[in-house]
């Protein structure tokens, strides 16, 4: 296992070699690491890296790589420009996510590395308990923090290279550079449960003598009933049942019995049953000579603060347990709770777990060092109490009445230390017996890539059990960040602001054409229930980033098979600056999808005859167009599984092939109505995205994915237009043996749909995708546009177009987006607003090739034909040209400059460090009369320092000095409604 685990470790710079002969070995607790995880010896020591030079505009020269630290207890990811650390023992957690760029820590608390919900079982995977205070965390707490001994412990890891998410078919140009898969370093971390008969925590009753035990089957004359008389129904024996309390929500009424001074642990059993107080909630309170401390259930609190409360002396803390939560996040009220407290010496272990699972496992509540002795025990009080676990009320006049009942209670005195070590041997007698595998392991994902700060999570539950699991739920990421502000109030109106440091998405991402819409699904920011110190009043901060799926999966799992979450992608900004920010953004989506670049010239064609397909196949080639789609509204019907049918359009695109031409099609999935069984029906209350919607799990949506892929499989066809993917919609139809209903049916059609895109992918076909299925393997989305305005007058569509552009290409880069040119009428608009006779209106067709060509964009020239006469032929051909000799930089980074308003120049400016023509400034001039004027131009992102050479139309070249702030001032002269382009080397 050593010698495959270092044969896939990425290779150690001679950097590190140094670094780990001079390395000293921590002690006892490297050694303990090293003996227990294979490989961890072997990792270099991290020592700190000078910091690299400004990643969007120079290479960093240094890789992503692991390392240990220098104690010998962390693992490392870290790539010069962010790191993120585990701490691996006692077990695996994520405990700093640091921005090296800024110096900032963005992580100051530690949460679970995942969960899971097994068959209606929810657990942790990894993590650390006992964090005293959720604001920040200290070394010597971390140290001081402890394994859930019911959570999955880490077990193994393995450090090697990204590989493909899928297979990337490069049948065309792409950005020059592109990688795939992405180069970095990754690492697998795989937990399991503990063995039958392991507890990494010893339990609280282990050795101990039960002092006495009440299970209420009536009221014993030792207890002493304390009830309020703000309403006369107030009891703690309701109607004969003894431990079910009748009283106000904010009343107290509660039991109380003397303790033996031996006591070290009490308990309790709830059922909250219809209670909804909070403070007032039902529990029990410890009497110490010197103290009071009360524990109890908050089942009042719908998911604001806590689901339970600890008062020392009056003193509150809250805590939540996301797998106790109901469906708004509060204490999940129909299960009765055991509550358990254990004094030991100074402290104070608070534990509480769900009474109604058959082997109920403890969580770890609250844990504190008590400043001063508490003094011996003296008496327990079980039931309603005020916070400070007294006799007094909060109760008003329109109170409602509830019920809870406490079932039973039981007290313990001190431990036997003998018989406790008995157990211990007993327990690692049991594990060294023990030698299987565990039923079910999961194995939590990362991807940290090179020169820049992104990297990507996702987990696997592998199934090795001989039965079908199911996986309910999953949280593929949580993290709880330092908060974006500190608003003090929550007003209505005022939504207060998330992080916004960390940019999140992932590839279960549909029903939108922005990233935030199309990963609303799984994306979510929340409040953090632990973080009681927050300066906000109400705790209502969004601080805490929750990456998992609004529905399910509810995905049954077969035995010696595993399910797969979708991908988190994770960015990390440097600066405010929105620009930078972007630059940032367009620079993760060419590394997690390089084919993104992709961006061939594509006519859409309205026709489906072969005679015509043929001549439009001939002037594509002829002006230097590289690919055809038989467009929405040609009548083409890919559907078609005729084999005459599907032979003859197998010629059709041989022809093309031999002209360099790509052949592609269309098709419509969601908003087409199909035969009523097959389609989605949404829950009460909802309504498909589209008006309707086909299920992708029905027998139709099955056989149209069958039939999309052999249609590109026999006919050679290398483009599809799926206008109209499926968006996301909830389906309660249950269709064996795919889909089970509502919980499982977002992520079943998910799957078949983005498995579709990444089989089309692979086969190198070319995608273009209304919706954000790019990092499934989609090509382009719609740069962003409304449909009818191309039914406006031709002026006002050169500039909607160059807008369009400009606000679409902060998120996405120019070969991201598709525009749109009306060659022929398209939503009405008539003669004003379309090019045909293209002749007749040559110039028009010109400037909207170059608002599209000059910003680096393709369109969907959809139409007959792309000319009508030589002259246009010799137009269009002229543009093709020029773009093509410009691609390389055109299709770059863009800078924003001057926003389209029909007023004044507007204007972009094209960058990219890494090529010989280092940037390139395109101005338009939207008004009637030519323009002169000084543009003032900041070079900083060409990667340009100290002068630089511009050209202007490609005649004049002037040498320019930039400023401090990289500024150069250029004279341009642009034509009336026309453009300008400066090459800047």
């Excluded at 035969?675 to 029906?681: F, L």
């Excluded at 799990?697 to 006919?715: H, K, M, R």
């Excluded at 139809?733 to 499982?744: M, S």
């Excluded at 293209?838 to 400037?847: E, F, V």
């Amino acid at each position: 296992m050593v010698e495959d685990k270092l044969r896939r470790t990425p290779p150690c710079p001679l950097r590190y070699v140094l670094a780990i002969m001079l390395c000293v070995l921590a002690g006892s607790a490297f050694e303990s690491v090293a003996e227990e995880f294979d490989g961890y010896a072997e990792l270099p020591v991290l020592v700190e890296r000078i910091l690299p030079d400004d990643y969007l505009v120079q290479t960093p020269s240094l890789k992503a790589s692991a390392f240990r630290s220098t104690d010998g207890r962390d693992l490392i990811l870290d790539n010069g420009l962010i790191r993120r650390v585990w701490r691996i023992e006692p077990n695996g957690a994520c405990v700093a996510f640091d921005n090296l760029m800024t110096g900032q820590s963005m992580l100051r608390s530690v949460r679970p590395e995942a969960r899971v919900t097994i068959d209606g079982v929810a657990y942790d995977v990894g993590g650390l308990v006992g964090q005293p205070n959720h604001a920040f965390l200290t070394p010597e707490w971390l140290d001081a923090m402890s394994t859930d001994p019911n959570a999955f412990q880490l077990i193994d890891f393995e450090i090697g290279l990204p590989e493909e998410r899928f297979a990337w078919g490069r049948g065309r140009r792409a950005a020059p550079g592109s990688v795939w898969p992405p180069q970095g370093v990754s690492l697998r971390m795989d937990y399991a449960l503990p063995k039958q008969g392991e507890d990494l925590v010893m339990g609280s009753e282990v050795g101990r003598d039960v002092l006495w035990e009440e299970d209420f089957a009536s009221l014993p004359a030792d207890w002493k009933v304390v009830s309020s008389k703000a309403h006369a129904r107030t009891s703690f024996e309701n109607e004969g049942k003894a431990g079910e309390i009748y009283g106000l929500q904010n009343g107290y009424c509660f039991a109380e019995r003397a303790l033996p001074e031996s006591t070290e642990v009490v308990g309790c059993l709830i059922d909250p049953g219809t209670d909804v107080g909070t403070s007032w909630g039902p529990g029990m309170a410890w009497v110490f000579e010197n103290s009071i401390v009360k524990l109890n259930l908050r089942p009042g609190d719908r998911g604001e603060h806590g689901q339970f409360e600890l008062r020392i002396d009056g003193r509150e803390r809250l805590a939540s347990v996301p797998s106790f939560a109901g469906k708004d996040g509060g204490l999940n009220t129909e299960h009765a709770y055991q509550l358990r407290m254990q004094i030991d010496g100074l402290k104070l272990i608070c534990e509480g777990a769900v009474a109604s699972e058959r082997a109920p496992k403890f969580v770890r509540l609250f844990e504190v060092e008590l400043e001063n002795s508490p003094g011996k025990p003296r008496a327990l009080r079980v039931g309603k109490m005020d916070r400070s676990g007294n006799a007094t009320d909060n109760s008003g006049d329109a109170e409602p009445l509830t019920r809870c009942r406490i079932q039973s209670v039981r007290v313990l005195g001190a431990a036997d230390q003998d018989e406790v070590a008995r157990w211990k041997i007993e327990r690692r007698g049991k594990l060294n017996d023990q030698q299987q595998e565990q039923p079910v392991r999961i194995s939590v994902h990362y991807e940290l890539y090179d020169g820049i700060p992104v990297m990507s999570k996702w987990l696997t539950v592998h199934n090795q059990s001989e039965k079908i699991l199911t996986v309910d739920r999953f949280t593929g990421e949580e993290l709880a960040l330092v908060e974006q502000s500190n608003w003090v109030e929550t007003r209505e109106g005022a939504a207060i602001p998330h992080p916004d440091y960390l940019h999140v998405e992932t590839d279960f991402a549909f029903g939108g054409f922005n990233h935030e819409n199309a990963n609303r699904h799984a994306v979510h920011w929340r409040t953090d229930p632990l973080y009681t110190t927050q300066v906000n009043y109400l705790r209502q901060t969004p601080c805490l980033l929750v990456c998992e799926p609004t529905y399910g999966p509810a995905q049954r799992v077969p035995a010696g098979k595993s399910f797969e979450g979708f991908r988190v992608f994770e960015l990390v900004y440097d600066d405010a600056n929105r620009e930078r920010r972007g630059l940032a953004l367009r620079r993760m989506y060419r590394t997690i999808a390089p084919w993104v670049t992709e961006n061939p010239l594509t006519h859409h064609l309205l026709a489906n005859d072969s005679a015509r397909v043929h001549a439009a196949i001939d002037q594509a080639a002829e002006v230097g167009f590289e690919g055809i789609i038989l467009s929405f509204g040609s009548g083409f019907n890919m559907e078609n599984r005729d084999p005459k049918f599907l032979a003859q359009w197998k010629a059709v695109a041989q022809y093309a092939a031999a002209k360099k031409i790509e052949l592609g099609c269309y098709s419509l999935f969601s908003s087409r109505g199909v035969a009523s069984p097959n389609m989605i029906v949404s829950p009460e209350g909802m309504r498909p995205t589209h008006g309707q919607c086909p299920a992708v799990t029905s027998p139709w949506g099955l056989e149209w994915i069958q039939t999309i892929q052999d249609f590109y499989a026999v006919t050679g066809f290398s483009q599809f237009e799926n206008d109209g993917s499926y968006p996301g919609d909830i389906d309660v139809t249950p269709r064996p043996p795919l889909q089970i209903g509502i919980q499982d049916s977002r992520w079943t059609q998910w799957r078949l749909m983005s498995g579709l895109y990444r089989n089309l992918r692979g086969e190198g076909v070319y995608m273009n995708v209304p919706d954000y299925y790019y990092l499934s393997g989609a090509n382009k989305c719609g740069m962003g546009y409304r449909e009818v305005n191309w039914s406006l007058p031709r002026a006002h569509q050169v500039i909607h177009s160059r807008q369009n552009i400009y606000d679409g290409t902060w998120t996405k880069t120019p070969s991201m987006g598709w525009m749109f040119v009306p060659l022929s009428q398209y939503h009405g608009g008539g003669a004003a607003a379309t090019i045909e006779p293209l002749h007749q209106h040559l110039d028009h067709y010109q400037r909207m090739m170059y608002s599209n060509f000059g910003m680096g964009v393709q369109a969907h020239y959809r139409g007959p034909r792309l000319y009508d006469t030589e002259a246009t032929r010799d137009m269009v051909k002229g543009a093709v040209e020029w773009f093509k000799r410009y691609r390389d930089i055109l299709e770059s980074d863009l800078i924003h400059g001057r926003r389209a308003d029909g007023r004044d120049l507007d204007w972009v400016l094209h960058v990219n460090p890494q090529l010989p023509q280092k940037g390139m400034l395109v101005v338009f001039n939207p008004l009637k009369k030519p323009v002169t004027k000084m543009l003032k131009v900041n070079l900083y992102y060409t990667g340009l320092t100290d002068t630089a050479m511009v050209t202007s139309n490609e005649e004049k070249t002037v040498e320019y000095n930039l400023n401090r702030n990289y500024m150069v001032e250029i004279p341009v002269n642009v034509p009336a409604e026309g453009m300008s382009w400066f090459v800047i080397e």
